[in-house]
């Protein structure tokens, strides 16, 4: 069970534990987006992520961008917004077949999440678990050179290459002070003094605590209820990042009148995460230009001489060189340093069921989801790891998703003969809105962006508008629940493509036979079941970037600030 193994999300679990499927986490920090690949690569230039459908629900693959990194942290999960403890069963579609009646969205597989009913007599639940986890393979493990040894290796390789002087002097080498603003020095011997173990200042024990409480029950024939709550908190293994999850989910099922069944599904999560520097360089660049460091700098470019507190003032705790993005505690300090992300989500489905009174075998369904995922970023740095003046990025991201679908299923089943037919529509709309501010020259000490001196970049915009569009039917036959045939066919619209190549058609085929029903197996006890499928379909790729087909001018680059962009006063001509 995915719930046994105490992960922040969900996606992450699945590793290992389904055929066809390779699940790859971005990173080990609390909520770290995972990619999952089904049958391998599906495409050179367009996503190759799954389409997720969650009680019905498509969920879009805009939304992993809402965890803005513009601190060179690890992207957060939108699955680490859903509590792994309230799902019933997860199903993987792989072939043609299982995936065509997705049509455009369907090459890279799908996997369909449903959540927990009520079932029995009324029960309630409470779970505590905890736990602490460290590093498979420690840095040390790898052995960096310690100052001795590193000075050893350096200066013969100056003295190989007959530099003068063969010595290695870190303030003369420009390895210290060589920031702008930095006024550091380090002489050869304070350096060979020195013996620090960087990672031992920027790593801990990880921790986790997870609550999970629930209520259920179930209304024999007229319905059911499923109530719970979460509540997760992870410390990671780089320190000062966490996460902490609160979510409530309620599912609802019931009977309005004979023949009319309802559902309704609701959940609510709230996400905080802090993160720190995890990927890139750590000294300062770009407009941020922040001393970051992070976990990459301190495995690659700080050396063990290069001292946390300066020598130049013992006694005295005066941070050593906090400018360089090589004083990883100074980067670390979350007096001096604040990359905070907050998430809130609210999944919803209503849904409506209605068996014709006179031919109960044919069902009509209405379905409604709406999607709301709001994030919001906030990356600031003190004068202390920055140069001047404190800066601050303030961003928000809106996403909505809402979705409808209307079709009908006909059942039969006549002697040895089983026949199902569905034919229905399907109707999304995507829309996004950002708002972010980016300034210096802060004023006051409250980490946050507030009436910044120096604007530097700011927006308001709606944007990722996407409308969807699809019709589908289905025909499954069996014959003695063994002998089986399927065809399926969907055409499908989207606004992502020019209007020449908006619409599409996939059709699919298949027969199968579950060989392991027939009498001459009965006496193989080693095989319990053995299926034989062939397939044939068509799926695609809709996962395309709005407006790549549209010339835009880019929102990045502040006029004139750059030699590679258009420079202040010049005139464009076509």
Not at 232 to 250: C, H, P, Q, S, V
Not at 399 to 413: C, E, I, P, S, V
Request: with cysteine.
């Amino acid at each position: 069970k995915l719930s046994t193994l105490n992960v922040s999300n969900f996606d992450a679990a699945m590793q290992g534990r389904a055929t066809g499927v390779q699940v790859t986490s971005a990173a080990g920090t609390p909520g770290a987006i995972s990619r999952i690949m089904i049958r391998g690569t599906n495409s050179i230039s367009q996503s190759t992520e799954p389409l997720w459908v969650i009680d019905g629900m498509i969920i879009g693959s805009s939304v992993e961008n809402l965890a803005d990194i513009q601190g060179g942290a690890n992207e957060i999960s939108p699955m680490a917004l859903i509590n792994p403890n309230d799902i019933e069963s997860i199903e993987i579609l792989k072939d043609a077949t299982a995936t065509s009646i997705y049509g455009n969205r369907g090459s890279n597989g799908v996997i369909i999440v449903t959540t927990k009913t009520g079932k029995d007599q009324a029960k309630a639940s409470i779970s505590i678990a905890t736990g602490v986890s460290e590093l498979s393979r420690h840095p040390d493990d790898i052995g960096f050179a310690g100052t001795r040894e590193w000075f050893q290796l350096v200066e013969t390789a100056r003295e190989n290459s007959n530099f003068t002087p063969a010595q290695f002097h870190p303030t003369a080498q420009n390895v210290v002070g060589a920031q702008p603003g930095s006024n550091a020095t380090l002489s050869r011997e304070q350096a060979l003094a020195t013996e620090i173990n960087w990672m031992d200042q920027i790593l801990q024990t990880a921790s986790f605590i997870d609550v999970n409480t629930s209520v259920s029950r179930d209304f024999d024939e007229k319905g059911s209820l499923y109530v719970s709550g979460n509540f997760r908190n992870d410390e990671g293994i780089l320190k000062f990042t966490d996460l902490r999850r609160y979510a409530g989910r309620a599912n609802l099922n019931f009977e309005i009148v004979e023949g009319l069944n309802s559902e309704a599904r609701f959940s609510l999560s709230y996400l905080n995460s802090n993160r720190r520097k995890s990927q890139g360089p750590g000294e300062p660049c770009c407009n941020q230009y922040i001393a970051s460091g992070g976990f990459n700098q301190a495995a690659v470019n700080t050396y063990s001489w290069l001292p946390v507190y300066d020598p130049n003032y013992p006694g005295q705790q005066v941070l050593f060189d906090p400018l360089s993005g090589n004083n990883h505690v100074a980067s670390f300090d979350p007096d001096n340093f604040r990359d905070n992300n907050r998430q809130l989500r609210i999944l919803t489905g209503l849904a409506l069921e209605y068996a014709l009174p006179a031919l109960r075998e044919l069902k009509i369904r209405g379905e409604f989801s709406l999607d709301i995922h709001q994030s919001h970023n906030i990356l600031w740095a003190n004068t202390v790891i920055r140069e001047n003046s404190a800066y601050a990025f303030d961003d928000n991201q809106n996403h909505r998703n809402l979705l409808y679908n209307l079709y009908t299923t006909y059942q039969k089943k006549i002697n040895r003969h089983g026949l199902e037919v569905v034919l229905g529509m399907e109707s999304q709309e995507e829309t996004e809105r950002r708002t972010f501010l980016e300034g210096q020259g802060l004023n006051g000490s409250a980490q946050e962006i507030g009436v910044p001196a120096e604007p530097l970049r700011l927006g308001s915009f709606w944007g990722g508008e996407i409308y969807r569009r699809g019709f589908f039917g289905r025909i499954n036959y069996k014959f003695d629940d063994k002998y089986l045939l399927a065809a399926s066919f969907r055409r499908d619209g989207t606004s992502v493509f020019t209007e020449e190549n908006r619409w599409a058609s996939f059709p699919s085929v298949s027969a199968g036979w579950i060989v392991s029903d027939e009498p001459f197996m009965n006496n193989i006890p080693a095989i319990d079941f053995l299926k034989l499928r062939s397939s044939w379909g068509k799926t695609g790729n809709a996962q395309t970037p709005v407006g790549i087909t549209v010339d835009a001018f880019t929102g990045w680059g502040r006029y004139g600030s750059r030699a590679d962009d258009v420079g202040s006063g010049d005139l464009l001509v076509n």
